[in-house]
């Protein structure tokens, strides 16, 4: 009886979690269905999710642009944008995250505590300030603001490498020292690769929060040519006619690859701890 009862605890069990994992997914679902749709099946088939029709046109139309500009100008766009902020966030968080777990100096933990500060500022209320600033040294329009900041240090993922780094032994940074490193070798020769998997996650998702990015773009980009992803699947809802919502679907699809394969290329990279980065002896 016992046993019976276990196995149909886990039958309910893997019931909840496919029931639940379906309703996390079918939004997914249903858009990369709409891309293969035309407008009258998107709109008045809701819950169905195969197309009568496979409407692989979309994407083509949806390729095509506006104005003469290629979709593929605008994930050229987000792909440059969102690598460089990456690599950005990646070098000056792991510097910053090191000053402050590994080195004493004055003021140490006063600048700590305006790092955790800023991380509970919301955003939109620095984001006139930001604006006029890069404003007046006339970058508005240009991608230095939207990916300069990134290399001067994010606060969530220093606070994040910096509980990853307190893990590290100092006695490898001893050692390391007895072998006449500075702290700058040690920095990049013992503690950043050991930080491989605090750097996977950090790459993983500020490459989603900046691809994801709609409200920078629209603040600081003016030409279209320049638009990002996100911004430029905003330009198939046109008010003044009809809205193309199957090329719209297909691009959204399109939009989903790059994060879909950064995930699946680092995701194996997330499982890996100290032991197998270089301590085993």
Known sequence: MYFRNQKIKRVLLHAFIIVFGLCMIYPVLWMIAGSLKNNNEILNSALNLIPTTFRWENFQNGWKGFGGISFGTFFINSIIVSSVSTLGTVLSSACVAYALTRINFKGKKIWFAVMLATMMIPTQVILIPQ????????????????????????????YQMMQFMVSIPTELDEAAYMDG????????RVIFPLLKPAIVTTV???????????????VYLDKPASYTVSLALKMFADTASRTDFGAMFAMSTLSLLPVFLIFLFFN??????????????
């Open 181 to 188: 490193c500075s702290k700058y070798s040690i920095f990049a």
């Open 204 to 218: 993983i998702i500020q490459f989603y929060w900046k691809w994801d990015d709609f409200l920078g773009p629209l």
């Open 131 to 158: 604006y006029l600033i890069w404003n007046q040294l006339g970058m508005v329009g240009t991608y230095v603001p939207l990916v300069l900041p990134h290399w001067f240090g994010q606060a969530f993922f220093i």
């Open 268 to 281: 194996k990279y997330l499982v890996e701890g100290i032991s197998t980065s270089g301590l085993k002896g």
